[in-house]
């Protein structure tokens, strides 16, 4: 089993900017992929942004160029900065995990989630 504690969402305007963070503890040897995937009212969890455990990189096209995503693989931490959001970003986030050598955005183990609100 692995834990995942998120932090970092809350309510902001556009055009602003959030760090989130998430740290993995628990069963962690072998974790490749760390990422995370947003979810809107009445739509589909869909990906944001993943990163593997050699630093490759995969992101969703609507948040290129506005969202990194890092990885502290000593602390097991994932981050996730969001710079110039829009209100389309308003969703739950959640922190992902996976063990797949070839999938790194495809998760096991998920956290519940941190709510972010972009105002217009």
């Known amino acids: 089993q692995v834990q995942l504690v998120e932090s970092g969402g809350g309510l902001v305007q556009a055009g602003g900017s959030l760090r989130l963070s998430c740290a993995a503890s628990g069963s962690i040897f072998g974790i490749n992929g760390m990422g995370w995937y947003r979810q809107a009212p009445g739509k589909q969890r869909v990906l944001v942004a993943a990163?593997?455990?050699?630093?490759?990189?995969n992101y969703a096209d609507s948040v290129k160029g506005r969202f990194t995503i890092s990885r502290d693989s000593g602390k097991n931490t994932v981050f996730l900065q969001m710079n110039s959001l829009k209100p389309d970003d308003t969703a739950m986030y959640y922190c992902g995990v996976g063990y797949s050598p070839y999938a790194y955005d495809s998760f096991t183990y998920w956290g519940q989630g941190t709510q972010v609100t972009v105002s217009s």
């Open positions: 990163i593997s455990r050699d630093g490759r990189t």
